[in-house]
């Protein structure tokens, strides 16, 4: 260490910037991993990381459009083949003409390839299918609904720069506010954090299985006023994240009206809306119809059956972008701005994108295995979520509540040792038995109760081993 340098003065906010899911747990994960210990990480969703197999459909053209020589190789090989029909490869070892023919594609529409800048808000083609998509998923009628517009979309790497983008953009001053639902996914606390902003809280109701109504909504609201907060937008994560629950139809109503009444832009995190077991996803952007509500809804590529976190893809989609005070410019006009200034998002992470909202087709030779390695993705998912759940029912005091969403389940431990909190628990557990969760508190919770966050992603063979032993070490932990 160099003793006679001056330290420097940093970003307060940035100092006091939390993030639960990359702290001090999973840290302590990592130095026991370095020891030579058998770590479950639970504490993030990354299924890739726990071994689930990313898509072909999507690797195959990703591989195709990085080295596009490989599609004329790819014919090459298939012709020998074809001249001589005799040897070991069969049909299905080449990449099928369909695959050849998207990348084409897609190099064709993206005209300057993989390594150049793209626009800022990403290739227009791209934007272009995101619209159909969403106005696809959501059966879009022009008498009561708004028509996905290619222009007031914004490719993104990952979500979470579009939460960034937004929320940097909606706090001007340390007394605006932005609400968000506790427990809530850290990047909005570190977000608001981050620009020096105001978190408000408003608390869904977890024995009901996680709904909220007017009035919570109500009581969160005005409070802030009384603090002198200027609330200026609402968060809401479908299905959630840390609690995975799938939010009902009428707590949607009730959140759109809200914000209607106080002049709120709604910020819809949709990241897992793949993630939904049972039952059908609702997009707050067919919720709102016509109605007149700055929105923001965000996708991914990182969730869903996709799981391709590494690639950095998504997109935010705005609807009734807001005038700015003193500008003629308007919001869409400002988060361009806010995309400039990073240039573009990922090229791997645009076309990941594009193939997400470009699936194969019913009748297409791809369709097949697409559907059956998303289905065993899915049902895979669903069986852990299940089998973790089925645990939790012979752990003393262990409640969890709301149906299963997302890629996470977040049991409530109503009874721990006294003077222990639930940091303390996951610590413990992590030591016991290599799992790592991470502590309720990390995400807020109401006040005097305890939680954890597991993501349900290890394979079920690993989750066979290591549930009883952390039933086991539940029960001695909490009977001490
Ligand atoms: C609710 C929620 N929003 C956004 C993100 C960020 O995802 P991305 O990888 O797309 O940035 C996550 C990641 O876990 C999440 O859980």
Redesign the pocket.
């Known amino acids: 260490m160099i003793t006679d340098q001056k330290p420097f003065a940093v970003n307060p906010n940035i100092l006091e910037m939390e993030y639960a899911v990359r702290g001090p747990i999973p840290q302590r994960a990592a130095e026991l991993e370095k020891q030579g210990r058998k770590i479950i990480p639970c504490h993030?969703?990354n299924p890739q990381a726990l071994g689930q197999v990313p898509m072909t459909y999507l690797r195959q053209v990703l591989s195709l459009v990085e080295e596009p020589s490989k599609i004329a190789r790819e014919r090459q090989l298939k012709a020998l083949f074809e001249e001589n029909p005799s040897s070991n490869l069969r049909e299905e070892d080449f990449i099928s003409e369909e695959i050849l023919g998207i990348s084409q594609d897609i190099l064709t529409k993206s005209v300057t390839g993989m390594g150049a800048y793209t626009a800022s808000k990403g290739h227009y083609f791209i934007r272009e299918a995101i619209a159909e998509f969403i106005n696809q998923r959501d059966d879009f009628d022009p008498r009561n609904g708004i028509n996905a517009d290619p222009e007031k979309i914004f490719l993104t790497s990952?979500?979470?720069?579009g939460?960034k983008f937004v929320v940097d953009l909606l706090i001007a001053k340390g007394n605006d506010g932005i609400m968000i639902p506790i427990p809530q996914?850290p990047?909005y606390s570190a977000s608001i954090k981050k620009v020096g902003g105001t978190q408000v809280n408003y608390y869904p109701d977890e024995e009901q299985g996680w709904v909220f109504n007017r009035s919570i909504l109500e009581d969160a609201y005005t409070k802030a006023g009384k603090d002198g907060v200027n609330v200026k937008g609402i968060v809401v994560?479908n299905p959630g994240?840390p609690t995975g629950a799938v939010l009902d139809e009428q707590s949607m109503v009730d959140l759109i009206e809200f914000a209607q009444e106080h002049q709120l832009m709604i910020i819809a995190?949709e990241?897992?809306q793949e993630n939904v077991y049972q039952g059908k996803f609702l997009s707050f952007a067919k919720g709102l119809g016509t109605g007149t509500v700055p929105l923001v809804s965000?996708h991914?590529i990182?969730?869903g059956f996709l799981g391709e976190?590494g690639h950095?893809g998504?997109y935010l989609e705005l609807r009734n972008p807001p005038k700015i005070e003193n500008s003629t410019m308007d919001f869409t006009d400002l988060l361009n701005k806010q995309a400039s200034v990073s240039l573009c998002s990922s090229t791997p992470g645009q076309v990941l994108t594009y193939l997400m909202v470009k699936p194969p087709t019913e009748n297409s030779k791809s369709y097949q295995r697409y559907l059956e390695e998303k289905q065993k993705v899915l049902n895979d998912l669903h069986e852990k979520a299940v089998m973790i759940r089925e645990a939790f029912s012979e752990m003393d005091g262990v409640e969890c509540f709301g149906e299963t969403g997302a890629l996470y389940l977040f049991p409530r431990l109503n009874v721990l040792p006294e003077g222990t909190t639930d940091f303390d628990y996951c610590m413990a557990l992590l030591e016991k038995t290599g799992l790592c969760t991470v502590n309720g508190s990390g995400f807020g919770q109401k006040e005097g109760t305890h939680h954890l966050r597991i993501a349900f992603l290890p394979p079920k063979e690993l989750l066979k081993q290591v549930l009883p032993e952390w039933i086991k070490f539940h029960n001695q932990y909490v009977s001490k």
């Open positions: 993030i969703g990952g979500a979470s720069q939460v996914y990047l994560i994240n995190d990241v897992y965000l991914s990182s969730k976190c950095r998504g």
